[in-house]
């Protein structure tokens, strides 16, 4: 373990931002002022992505305007499909967004005529098109229309992925768990994307960067390995057993505390009651009975709280998408977040150029060749 | 402007590291503990990168070793090249390098039988000929070989470009601007890349991620800013009065002044007097003393010292390097030392997610849509 307190700048306050709070006294999370419980009970995910990239709610006639617009950039450039069918099966499909979303910024490069907020509505309405294109081809050898006529990200989403416009319920689930992961303040990929940004290149190479820090399991990667946890024990008995055993053997279990939040985190209450409810709908509750088991035993043996991650694991389940997908998923949502931050950055930029401490050798003579 | 102290994360101690010492004195660099001026006149690129990358300087059969690894890692599998076709001739050459980049990582991912030192010297191997094939493929359309038999980085790269071995004054002029920009510390594509690292992805995420902060003019960019500066005068006297000019008009003058040294840039005596050798040899020295008028008169005016992009701008195009290839010569030679951080920073992880000073609305209540 790194040793300085200067290790991961944790408390450490590396720029001001008027985009949302996290973990004020120790729990709650605003967008623009908003609380997350308001957002995820009243709002929508398009409105929530107006919100952060805009900076205040938009009206009627704004929402259907960018809903059109969302609903008309959803098409990918024959050269970006080409590039899709190249990458292979098996890559991970965080690899899948990082390498489209950069190949996307050679063929549509931000600049005259596509300014940076074209540039984040376009990404906002292509990100799914792009991994389940790639996806359908490689799984069944189809070459899918990414246009759907979905008023909804969340729906255009599941249409793609499922072949047929969804159910209320499914879709509405995803639309909340989209607004839940759509805005973090200085998490690693948003600071990432900021610190990129702070040396002003293009805004794809912020949102790429972004991508690659996200897909780590210490990030987003989270809600995949949390899956790949949950989906082991085939009752809460097991559950509870297998995970003393792995407190036991001191191995790491995902989806649990957060370096921000310190009594809990405001969106798992949220995700947890719609996994119950999918659940319910779907007659099968093996997953979320076996999650809160996991969840009373941590509480219990290690007081940590479920993050977002934890839960979103069995909701995503039961809507029908692959655990490879969970992480992409969570970049369809976040790209609007990281999307506000790069316009900020940008606004008011300094870069970003911290100092390191020096543990290594002390100056020494140059050694020729013959001589070491 | 950022008013808040904490804006860039300067002065701010983010981490450990025992690669680089920048700045020590207001001027020192050291890579483990050699001096850059050591480094610069006795030794060569490829011994730079295994010490960066190994820690040590290889022994004269590890050194063989390497080079002959490094030479036979110069080919592109056939989906990249179609990649790097499908690329559009206008596209910035760092958006290529990025895309190429994140490309080869669904091609040859990092895992079992492929570690983290293999990625290292793939991509340090590769990197110019990913460059040169979409370059010639688009400016001639040729499918050039990126194999040669060139022993060194600089030579190849030089090769692949001219389309012959180049002369020992270039080559070797090349050689040493690639030690000089091997390394910096905890510049913003580094920190970039240990930032994405942090949260445990691929290596390519990481230097994915490093190439796009790197693109930014406030970072590798600038050595490109400095060419189109430069050439635009045909004397040291039109020089010195449209500086002066830029200067009253309080426009930012690139390839002056760094954010960690308050002295002077040790690396930019050893570019000058490449730059001014290469110009003797050209009998052709406009460049250069045009370069050295602007020196001197941001000296006198603004108090500030030239850094490593100023003179390199006018060695590379002395070279005969299209000013476009400036920044992703860069990568080719940055490659090692984000490969040195990135595999310092998974030896001693910590998640880096520093926080934000909230300045944004206090919270609010939502308003439904019809009420706005």
Redesign the interface.
Same mark, same amino acid.
């Given at each position: 373990?790194?040793t300085?307190n200067? +290790? =991961?700048?944790?408390?450490? %306050?590396?720029?001001?931002? +008027? %985009?949302?709070?996290v973990g004020?006294q120790g729990k709650?999370l605003?967008y623009? =002022?908003? *609380?997350i419980h308001?957002?995820a009970e009243? *709002?929508n995910f398009e409105?929530v992505a107006y919100l952060l990239i805009y900076g205040r709610?938009?009206?009627?006639a704004e929402?259907l305007e960018y809903r059109t617009k969302l609903r008309g950039q959803r098409g990918l450039p024959a +050269?970006l499909k080409? #590039?899709l069918e190249?990458?292979?099966r098996s890559?991970?499909p965080?690899? #899948?967004m990082?390498?489209g979303c950069?190949?996307l910024?050679?063929?549509e490069?931000e600049g005259p005529g596509h300014d940076q907020f074209a540039v984040a509505n376009r990404l906002t309405a292509c990100f799914s098109g792009m991994l389940l294109y790639w996806h359908h081809f490689h799984a069944g050898g189809k070459r899918i229309d990414t246009e759907t006529d979905d008023d909804t990200t969340a729906g255009h989403f599941l249409h793609l992925l499922h072949g047929k416009k969804p159910d209320e319920l499914h879709r509405r689930a995803i639309d909340v768990s989209l607004i839940l992961y759509a805005e973090h303040?200085?998490?690693? *990929?948003t600071?990432?994307a900021r610190?990129?940004?702070?040396? @002003?290149?293009?805004f794809?190479?912020?949102v790429? =960067?972004?991508?690659?820090?996200?897909?780590?399991? @210490?990030?987003?990667?989270a809600n995949e390995a949390v899956m790949e946890l949950i989906e082991k024990f085939p009752t809460p008995d097991a559950a509870e057993r297998g995970v003393l055993e792995m407190i036991a053997a001191k191995k790491l279990i995902m989806g649990f505390g957060h370096?921000?939040y310190k009594i809990s985190d405001p969106r798992s209450d949220v995700i947890k009651a719609w996994s119950k409810k999918l659940a319910e709908a779907h007659g099968d509750e093996r997953l979320y009975r076996v999650s809160e088991r996991i969840e009373q035993v941590m509480r219990r043996e290690k007081n940590l709280f479920p993050n977002l991650d934890f839960y979103s694991a069995s909701a995503y389940h039961l809507c029908g998408i692959p655990t490879a997908m969970f992480t992409p998923l969570f970049v369809v949502s976040r790209i609007t977040g990281w999307a506000a931050h790069i316009i900020e950055q940008r606004a008011?930029? /300094?870069? %970003?150029?911290?100092?390191?401490?020096?543990?290594?050798?002390?100056?020494?003579?140059? #050694?020729? %060749?013959?001589n /070491?």
């Amino acid at each position: 373990m790194a040793t300085d307190n200067a +290790a =991961g700048l944790a408390g450490v %306050i590396a720029g001001q931002t +008027a %985009i949302a709070t996290v973990g004020k006294q120790g729990k709650g999370l605003t967008y623009r =002022g908003y *609380s997350i419980h308001d957002l995820a009970e009243h *709002s929508n995910f398009e409105e929530v992505a107006y919100l952060l990239i805009y900076g205040r709610l938009p009206k009627q006639a704004e929402l259907l305007e960018y809903r059109t617009k969302l609903r008309g950039q959803r098409g990918l450039p024959a +050269a970006l499909k080409s #590039v899709l069918e190249q990458i292979p099966r098996s890559t991970h499909p965080m690899d #899948v967004m990082r390498t489209g979303c950069s190949m996307l910024g050679t063929l549509e490069p931000e600049g005259p005529g596509h300014d940076q907020f074209a540039v984040a509505n376009r990404l906002t309405a292509c990100f799914s098109g792009m991994l389940l294109y790639w996806h359908h081809f490689h799984a069944g050898g189809k070459r899918i229309d990414t246009e759907t006529d979905d008023d909804t990200t969340a729906g255009h989403f599941l249409h793609l992925l499922h072949g047929k416009k969804p159910d209320e319920l499914h879709r509405r689930a995803i639309d909340v768990s989209l607004i839940l992961y759509a805005e973090h303040e200085f998490n690693a *990929s948003t600071f990432t994307a900021r610190t990129i940004t702070s040396t @002003l290149p293009d805004f794809f190479s912020a949102v790429t =960067g972004a991508i690659g820090a996200l897909r780590g399991p @210490l990030h987003g990667g989270a809600n995949e390995a949390v899956m790949e946890l949950i989906e082991k024990f085939p009752t809460p008995d097991a559950a509870e057993r297998g995970v003393l055993e792995m407190i036991a053997a001191k191995k790491l279990i995902m989806g649990f505390g957060h370096r921000v939040y310190k009594i809990s985190d405001p969106r798992s209450d949220v995700i947890k009651a719609w996994s119950k409810k999918l659940a319910e709908a779907h007659g099968d509750e093996r997953l979320y009975r076996v999650s809160e088991r996991i969840e009373q035993v941590m509480r219990r043996e290690k007081n940590l709280f479920p993050n977002l991650d934890f839960y979103s694991a069995s909701a995503y389940h039961l809507c029908g998408i692959p655990t490879a997908m969970f992480t992409p998923l969570f970049v369809v949502s976040r790209i609007t977040g990281w999307a506000a931050h790069i316009i900020e950055q940008r606004a008011d930029n /300094r870069l %970003i150029r911290p100092n390191a401490d020096y543990i290594g050798p002390e100056p020494r003579p140059f #050694v020729p %060749i013959a001589n /070491r």
